[in-house]
């Protein structure tokens, strides 16, 4: 058994799809944020794994197809952004002072509870680029000397679960303009967010593909002079 | 043939995204190198948005299934967070609501704000 499955190239994707499917059905049936197909899928396949004794390089043989489409599927995000270019034109001013208040609502927030918590200097680099697009954070904890794999690991958390509490979030605290909606999540939860912001609409999905950006390119700049403080 | 030609011009912009990373040493990704390209593609009509539509709007609509590789690669780097795991989700969790319900309170405030300014502006006319 465990000899096919490492052979096998289609096993990784299949599970992984199989996983998602248990996760639309499980959203289906009760309504709860924690029933994420996304989060349901990683779950599921780590759980596949760890019972068959099956590594993540085995895994990761088939399933790196399907991380393979990610960086067109991002090249794609102009397309609902180009479509909704004129909301885009007329809420302008709106939509970059949301970005830049959340870009430093970020950084502030992490320096505070990282003194709290009184984690080392490295520890807060590590740390800073937390709401950005994986591909960017790696970018800038390297150049600040963070440690790239629990940054990558922060980066994914962070999406996973922004993804998981949006619809909640916005409807407790009245986000309600689907613009607002759409900034505050590619803000706070980059590309993976975003997957959730497509899901809600075409306006949330554009604004949130437009915030990747934006706030990704800000990070950069801001973590590098808050790099300073701690 | 409509899909095969529309994910070449897809994979054909996502390479010139990954030749200009190669060439400009700033930590900006070949996909947003890439979404600014296109944007800039579809604007001009070089790349009319319908010949890439139905393409894009199918790797848009599966983009969640393929953050499933990522997440699953938390098993390996768990050792490495296992000591600071818990303040480490406590930051995770206080940060990301905070910054998601900041910026969305922010842009809507702006946002009612313009559109009460243009309603006056519209009344004094």
Known sequence: ?230 | MKYVRQFGIILAVTFIGEVLKLCIPLPIPASIYGLVIMLGLMMTKIVPVKSVKDAGSFLIEIMSLMFIPAGVGLMISWNEISDIWLPLVLIIIITTVVVMVVTGRVTQRVISQDNKKELGNQKRR
């Open chain 1, 1 to 230: 058994m465990k000899e096919i499955i490492s052979n096998s190239l289609f096993f990784g994707v299949g599970i992984s799809l199989l996983g998602y499917e248990i996760g639309l059905l499980l959203k289906k049936k009760w309504k709860l944020a924690i029933f994420n197909p996304l989060l349901i899928s990683i779950i599921f396949v780590i759980g596949m794994l760890s019972v068959f004794d099956i590594g993540y390089e085995t895994y990761e043989e088939g399933a790196k197809y399907l991380s393979y489409l990610l960086t067109p599927a991002t090249v794609c995000l102009a397309i609902p952004l180009y479509e909704q270019m004129e909301l885009l034109k007329q809420h302008k001013k709106a939509i970059f002072i949301g970005i830049i208040s959340g870009v430093l609502t970020s950084l502030v927030s992490v320096l505070l509870l990282c003194a709290l918590f009184q984690f080392t200097h490295e520890q807060y680099v590590t740390l800073l680029p937390k709401s950005i697009t994986t591909a960017i954070g790696m970018g800038v904890s390297k150049e600040l000397g963070g440690i790239v794999t629990i940054t990558v690991a922060v980066i994914i958390i962070t999406g996973v679960l922004g993804n998981m509490i949006a619809e909640t979030v916005c409807k407790v605290f009245r986000i309600t303009h689907p613009v607002a909606k759409g900034i505050a999540i590619g803000t706070s939860a980059h590309a993976v967010g975003t997957a959730k912001a497509l899901e809600m609409g075409e306006i949330e999905g554009a604004m949130s593909s437009l915030s990747i950006a934006v706030s990704g390119l800000l990070t950069v700049i801001g973590a590098s002079i808050f790099t300073n403080f701690m």
